[in-house]
């Protein structure tokens, strides 16, 4: 069975700080990976996608994730946090195939940020 | 273009009643996904719809059933609403080569 851990529930960071938000995931084959981030009461937004080629993936709004296959993680990151980046974060894990479009999501990460 | 569009954005029923949640998909797309989304957790698949079929099923009851018209879009139906029902219904609409695309959810509420 497909999952996704994001082993912190909660960040906080200051403004201009840098931010790594974890990911790993269990899927039983080549997987395609996802980061969507969400604002209170609102849909989830696409920032970035892994389906395959290069390892390290770039988004939207500045950030970036690197697919580690050994690590079976899926980390997000971004250099400079802004004070709009405040959100929910999900990584997803999906197949392809007769699976695509089939999402297993982990229960998130809130970040908050301080000026 | 509207993106996926979601009908209404709150609603507010009674145990035991029926619901019914609307979805048009992104124009394009021909793939309908459910997801359920308690508060404080992540979304939780709950069944896909392609070519007016129920193709995946997560691990849901009967109580929730759907249905796919012709032009993609969708329906999400809840019967015998429970109070664990209430929480935001997200739906999703993709093709074989696109990732999901989200709309902005119905927040369903049952007192």
């Known amino acids: 069975a497909q999952s996704v851990t994001q082993p912190d529930i909660h960040i906080t960071v200051s403004e201009g700080a840098s931010l790594e938000l974890r990911c790993n995931y269990s899927?039983?084959?080549?997987?395609?990976l996802f980061w969507y981030v969400q604002s209170p009461g609102q849909g989830l937004q696409l920032l970035l996608k892994y389906f395959s080629g290069d390892t390290l993936v770039q988004g939207i709004k500045g950030f970036e994730a690197e697919f580690k296959r050994s690590q079976s993680s899926f980390n997000l990151r971004k250099p400079s946090v802004h004070w709009s980046d405040a959100a929910e974060y999900f990584c997803?894990?999906?197949?392809?195939?007769?699976?695509?479009?089939?999402?297993?999501f982990g229960q998130g990460t809130i970040l908050t940020v301080h000026p | 273009d509207a993106g996926v569009t979601q009908s209404p954005t709150h609603l507010i029923k009674t145990r035991g009643q029926q619901v019914t949640l609307r979805c048009s998909p992104k124009s394009g797309h021909d793939t309908v996904s459910w997801y359920q989304q308690a508060l404080g957790q992540g979304p939780q698949f709950i069944f896909q719809?392609?070519?007016?079929?129920?193709?995946q099923r997560g691990n849901f009851p009967d109580r929730f059933s759907g249905h796919q018209f012709p032009n993609y879009s969708s329906e999400l139906n809840v019967n015998a609403l429970l109070l664990g029902d209430s929480a935001l219904y997200l739906c999703?609409?993709?093709?074989?080569?696109?990732?999901?695309?989200f709309g902005q959810g119905t927040r369903l509420t049952v007192v």
């Open positions: 997803a894990v999906g197949g392809w195939g007769a699976s695509y479009g089939k999402l297993t």
């Open positions: 999703a609409s993709s093709t074989r080569n696109t990732e999901a695309f």
């Open positions: 719809y392609y070519e007016e079929e129920e193709r």
């Open positions: 899927y039983g084959a080549t997987p395609y």
